[in-house]
């Protein structure tokens, strides 16, 4: 295969559209998703814009991303989904968005369930016992 170099100028936007989710500037984010960045774009360490917009405790661009489409299942390099990610940061509303979107408390490697269990967060227990 012949493999091409990835324009800098696309990596330079990427790294943009990473920094936006990171900080939960959810207009500007939005903005280039609808022109057509994918809601699902991925960064080298498997990090998608919903598993770092959750870690950072932003629950209004998690639900812009849900809205959009993004997928609450994916897991990163290290296993993590979105909602162990926000347990981790207690960030009950954000669990709460992607709660209700369908992810799934016992998914990934440490789960949500099992992050709130190891870090001793009896709210975000009750929280993910809320689903199941």
Excluded: C, W
Excluded at 28 to 46: F, I, M, S
């Amino acid at each position: 295969m012949n493999e091409q170099p990835i324009d800098p100028g696309v990596i330079e936007l990427a790294g943009r559209v990473f920094d936006l989710a990171r900080d939960g500037r959810t207009d500007d984010l939005t903005g280039y998703l609808d022109a057509g960045v994918p809601v699902n774009l991925t960064n080298d360490k498997g990090d998608t814009l919903l598993i770092l917009a959750a870690y950072y405790g932003n629950p209004e661009t998690v639900a812009a991303l849900l809205a959009r489409g993004a997928d609450h299942s994916r897991v990163n390099d290290r296993g993590q989904t979105a909602l162990a990610a926000a347990v981790f940061k207690q960030s009950s509303e954000t669990v709460t968005h992607l709660l209700a979107a369908g992810a799934d408390p016992d998914a990934g490697g440490p789960s949500a369930r099992a992050t709130a269990a190891f870090f001793e967060l009896p709210a975000m227990t009750e929280l993910l016992d809320t689903v199941h």
